[in-house]
């Protein structure tokens, strides 16, 4: 049989045509087919943005304090409305890295096993790829967008709806520009390149927020008719109508440059992406942060050689969790939290006032509960580890517990630093904000091992599995009671940045130590029985 | 007993020495070296084993070899060009099977057979199909989905997909992994017929009995090197 036989016979055959056929037949996407099914979903999504809107809504509240004293520092220049453009530069920033992080064109695992080694020409195969990527892009710019506009409502207080529909399409030719943009440079093979810029571009920002932000310190006039124009600017609809026009005329040329660029993905290109939205995506069922920003190959060696210098004398286990907080990069969210939190109390005005501060203990309760939960999970759930390490169960969870608790209170000790020396939080009553402080770690820490010992979720399945609404709610509340548990354990945290004056009241202590008892437990271990008598 | 072997005509335009050749290869990673370099030259009709201990490379040589990983240093070619898996004609002359299990959930054994027939132009596909079902013993699954398979099921549906088609070059990684004794008996057979009729099989194995009977010599990962040795050599390698 000859090639060109061969080909001629290859040329007819469309493998979308024989997986669709199969797909209809066997009535795989009935979920999709039925309308009460489709009405369910988009009641979902209504009732997934009604508790955004409001849980934005009440951030926002208790960000500004409504109602509440706040300090006012010389350091605070503007208001988080004048913040609102730094977040749109920074949201597409952070969606061109995730659809490099993704690709964006890549094919699955099946396709990449199945169609892409057989002879034949693989545009259809690279146009629903490159078609998936617009879609990604699409929908990914247009939910920041919606968030965004969520915020700039809840600071505003009311603008147009035309405005908001103006913005929406933006978001949406905006998401078509970058999609079309991470085409073109994944085409020339340069995505670790346009990484590196994209971290510079956040460094930019960063530098230009600091030098308006030290202009606006010095009362320039510039510095402020400049950031007050670009706040007016966002409500503006001939702005949007411009930007809007601007952003069509680069979507159909960077479309046409990146289905002209499209052929040359490589296979090698389309298989190793594919491999990395599988990862992303577990990652995103495990509603795991780090998704969407997966480390270069130069920072995993930098991190592997400074772990091994730093934990090289500790006890094994101590060098399982210090490497994996390191090498996962597990400390960025605290870090970064911290440093967020500290940069709004300082220069936003409004913020320094005590119902944020509760707001940033709630938070770093909840982050640090997720995140230490994912550094401590294999010395409690790997029951082999024992075995290989040679150490008894106890003697882990120990470890476990006690680096729950040494990370908790540093990074609640640095957050109460921090917000005394803003004078955010009352300076008096040292030694409560300290016992406060371990009490609130104690607790954290009994809420990680918790979560950390219900091993890796996969929400799609858990929630998939879930044979009843009442299924469903017992494995939402199961998760809940373990931020509850975290959330509550800072109660006397609470107390002290709420009304430092009135002390903390014996059962808001009563109700935190019991949160926090099994981590102290663990710690202690058993009490003799001669104690106990 | 067997289904005919499939041999294309080359078409390449090329007047190379060897099919395959590997010239100074190093594989690996851009942090990390695995094994390197090699020299490799297969002749249409020679049939290599590629042998070691775990994490020697073999089956990163192999994913080398199709371009799907980049090589660290050296190069290779096939039929005298260097490998491109964007190329049809490279695609349509190497079959390979080196994946453990990626399956359409929604295609059934038969269906997936049924789609690397036609991708591959093959007159009377449906019999090819039939033909390949039977010599697995995968008639009796030939309308279930993967899911409701087992693994040595699934292994035998990615071996037959992999010889359903004509090929120049057959690329395998061990073949012979969860394959009940009388499959087994009769791949290696297939195997040794496939090798007399002209391709060219290069096999990442643990089995010494699959060196004997299918292959004529071996090419040992060991300390970083690749050292060629007579088939009965490599077979006694791994049975020591």
Redesign the interface.
Known sequence: ???S???????D?D?QQ??LR??RR?N?SERFDSFSDAYVWVLAAIVALAYLFSAIFGLIFALLGQGIAHRQMPTTVWSLQELSPVLLALGAIYLLRLLLNLGPVAVN??K????L??????AALRGSAMRNALLIGIFASAFIGVLWLIVLYGLAGAFDPLLAGCALVCFALAGIVLASAGVVIQSFGQQRRAQRWIGRGIAAIVAVLVVFWALLTAKNQWAHNAVETMAGSVLELPAWICAAVILLALGVVSVWWAVQRNRHI???SL?SSGESQQRVLGALMQADGRAGTAPS?AAI?RRRRWGHRITANLPVAWRILVLRWIRGGYWQAAGGYLLLVMALAATVEQVANPLSAVVFYLGLGVLLTINVSRVIAPLLTQRQLTQHLGQPAVKLKRSAALFAVIYSAVALGLLTGGLGLLGVAHRGGFWWWCAAVVVGSLGVAAASLGHAQRKERDWESLLGAATSDATVALVLFSELATLVRAVASLAPLFALALSPQMGIAWPLWMISLLFALPALRLLVGEFPRSMRR | MYPAANVVSMQTGQSAEYQLEARELTIGYPQRTICGPLNLQLSAGNGTGIIGANGSGKSTLIRTILGHLPPVGGEVEFLGLPVDEDSITFRRQVAVQITDGTFFEELTVAEHLELVARGHGLAAWEQKVDEELDFFELTAVAELLPGELSSGQRRKVLLAATLIRPAQLVLLDEPEQRLDLRIRQKLFDRLALLRQSGTTLLVVTHDPQLLRESLDSALLLDEDQGVILGAEAGAQWLER
């Open positions: 049989m000859s090639d036989d061969l080909s001629a016979r290859a040329s055959f493998p024989l997986i199969a797909k066997r795989f695992a099946a990449a096993d199945w169609w080694p057989l002879p034949l020409s693989s490589g296979s090698r298989r190959t060696g």
